[in-house]
């Protein structure tokens, strides 16, 4: 057993970090190949094992529903308070998600107690009452177990006026595409387990990841927000093409216009690049087509890149982009104004990437 908390990095520990360690897209959709049970046909079931979306969602019959997630991974930063702040952000996330307001919490640990102590899981959990405690939900309790790696997140309990619950499903053609945060943060996480992330992209990594997507509750009032999710392990690249196969489209992205961290272009010239990243692109890149002028490489690069805790993706009508920028400038997001693409009508690929 280490005894000195503070010379133990929390991703060594784990062959995985953050959305990263989502089972590859392929898999999963073999995993989740089954037949539906008439209990997965309950009418109240707004959201169920139906669609892709980012949490399931009931409807209570008076004219609310409660919304029902759970997210964990293995630590994408070493510090252990961060660990519980990041995990927790990304599990509430998608509450937000769906338009929702998040109430409840529940813990969900796996701690290798020969190999790190209890002390450190207790920094965990303290990261996680923080970030509970900047959302304003309570983290009631919750389990554990005793496991080979380290293991955090939260099953998180929301709720949502039907009419303001968003899918991610439900765009429609025309609409256009936004999102809150810059992609990225993949690559800066693999470059902190290699040991090669500098110390101010340390602190922006952190920043991004323990940032809460509070402002889905308030996008979920718009009713020209046509469809939302959260962008995670599956990259910007997997969670529009979820979303635009959901809703019968393609979509066009102006990559030029998609938000980057800006420093990522160093660490890609170190060839730094997540495993999960490849899994993406091969089970997307024979739905994507590139414009003339788009850098191919870079885009292979970012695209698909697994994001934790990602910005929140949205289609906007045109007649709503008003009050969407309007409600960015409001929480400080003033800078992801600039729509990033727009759903289309049904194409031979389903995302083109365009100059």
Not at 267 to 287: C, H, K, L
Request: charged share 15%.
């Amino acid at each position: 057993m280490q005894e000195d908390n503070t010379a133990i990095k929390l991703t060594q520990f784990a062959h995985g970090g953050g959305c990263g360690c989502k089972i590859a897209p392929q898999v999963l959709k073999e995993i989740l190949h089954t037949n539906l049970s008439s209990s997965d046909n309950d009418v109240n079931l707004l959201v169920g094992n139906s669609s892709n979306d980012d949490a399931a969602v009931y409807d209570m019959g008076n004219g609310q529903a409660m919304i029902a997630t759970t997210d964990f991974f293995m630590p994408i930063v070493d510090d252990a308070f961060d660990f519980g702040r990041v995990a927790s952000a990304n599990a509430i996330s998608d509450v937000y998600a769906m338009g929702g307001k998040p109430v409840l919490a529940l813990a969900v640990l796996g701690w290798p107690v020969d190999k790190l102590p209890a002390s450190l899981a207790q920094k965990v959990m303290e990261g996680a009452r923080a970030i509970c405690k900047q959302a304003g939900i309570v983290l009631a309790g919750g389990h554990s177990i005793d496991t080979s790696e380290p293991v955090f997140g939260l099953s998180v309990n929301g709720f949502v006026g039907i009419e303001s619950l968003k899918k991610n499903s439900t765009a429609q053609v025309g609409d256009l595409l936004f999102m809150t945060k810059p992609i990225g943060v993949g690559i800066l996480a693999t470059a902190q387990k290699r040991g090669l992330l500098l110390h101010e992209d340390e602190v922006l990594l952190i920043n991004q990841l323990t940032q809460l997507n509070s402002i889905g509750h308030e996008l979920g009032k718009i009713k020209g927000v046509t469809a939302m999710t959260d962008v995670t392990g599956f990259g910007l690249l997997g969670h529009l093409m979820e979303m635009a196969e959901g809703s019968g489209l393609s979509a066009e992205i102006n990559y030029g216009a998609v938000p980057k961290i800006a420093s990522v272009a160093y660490y890609m010239q170190q060839r730094i690049v997540p495993d999960a990243t490849y899994r993406n692109w091969n089970a997307y890149s024979a739905n994507v087509g590139f414009g003339k002028g788009v850098n191919v490489m870079e885009a292979f690069t970012l695209l698909p890149d697994p994001q934790t805790n990602g910005g929140l993706l949205f289609t906007v009508n045109e007649t709503s982009v008003a009050a969407v920028e309007a409600l960015l400038q409001q929480h400080g997001l003033a800078k992801f104004m600039q729509p990033i693409g727009k759903m289309v009508a049904k194409e031979e690929k389903t995302i083109r990437v365009e100059a």
